[in-house]
């Protein structure tokens, strides 16, 4: 009991720890400008101002349009195309499956910068440079998502699938009204993965589009030049960007836990 008692409290401090500049944050975003350094997590006189300055004066309603879009298109194409590429490669055999799933865990210790090149020559010879397709196309198939929905094929009885094809259904009615629906929380996990990716989406959506097409993670970072004298606007604008996480994260987490706690059993 008391070994647990322990743990419990070690685990608190270190949440504590790993919380304390989102809370530091929060806590900025609603001080004013005559107390914005003090280093207390209670504001003396809380104040929404950096929330309205930020707002109206920074346009912020535009740069979440902007990352709500390529996040949306970006999710949905990656769910489509990532559980219809792990369909075939957890439950068909073909000459050459071992060899893409190989190549396929071998680019995940890649680096994302060593395709920044090929994307940039691919999105320009599409003719995309500028649109928001220049950040959604590249991205809209992770292997990531591909090994997870691979995975939970598996759970998926093959003789359901059998008793699907002697009825005559397709492949693909076999996909979408069969094994889309008993990996839902896989789904979900994916979906969040996605969101806070895309979301956070930085570096690449600065070398192909213009800057009132950026993403809110981008927008950002160009604003901290902007409002070296106004940390709070930096403060409250970061706080209204991680909100959306939060409230996906709020309406996945139990799939997402159920997800992860089976990929880690395996």
Not at 46 to 70: D, R
Not at 98 to 116: D, E, F, N, S, W
Not at 189 to 206: A, G, S
Request: charged letters at 10%.
């Amino acid at each position: 009991m008391a070994k647990k008692a322990l743990l419990y409290v070690i685990l608190i401090i270190v949440a504590i720890i790993c919380a304390g500049p989102f809370f530091w944050m929060l806590s900025t975003s609603f001080k004013g400008n005559e107390n914005i350094y003090e280093m207390a997590l209670i504001p003396q006189n809380p104040t929404f101002a950096n929330y309205v300055g930020v707002v109206e004066f920074l346009q912020l309603h535009k740069y979440i349009w902007n990352t709500l879009y390529m996040t949306f298109f970006g999710i949905l194409l990656d769910v489509i195309f990532a559980s219809l590429c792990a369909y075939p490669l957890a439950k068909f055999d073909f000459y050459g499956k071992k060899l893409i799933i190989t190549v396929l865990l071998v680019t995940q210790i890649l680096p994302a910068a060593a395709g920044l090149i090929v994307n940039y020559i691919t999105v320009g010879a599409l003719g995309m440079m500028g649109s928001y397709w220049a950040v959604i196309i590249p991205s809209s198939v992770a292997v990531f998502s591909i090994i997870l929905f691979r995975q939970a094929y598996f759970s998926v009885s093959n003789e359901v699938l059998e008793a699907a094809r002697i009825d005559g259904a397709s492949e693909i009615k076999i996909w979408y009204r069969i094994m889309v629906p008993q990996i839902m929380p896989t789904v979900s996990t994916v979906i969040i993965f996605d969101f806070i990716n895309k979301w956070n989406n930085f570096l690449w959506p600065i070398i192909v589009l213009d800057s009132d097409k950026y993403p809110i993670a981008a927008a950002l970072n160009n604003l901290q030049g902007a409002f070296n004298f106004q940390f709070g606007y930096i403060a409250a604008a970061t706080i209204i960007s991680i909100v959306p996480i939060i409230i996906i994260f709020v309406f996945f987490q139990k799939n997402y836990i159920n997800s992860v706690a089976g990929a880690v059993k395996g």
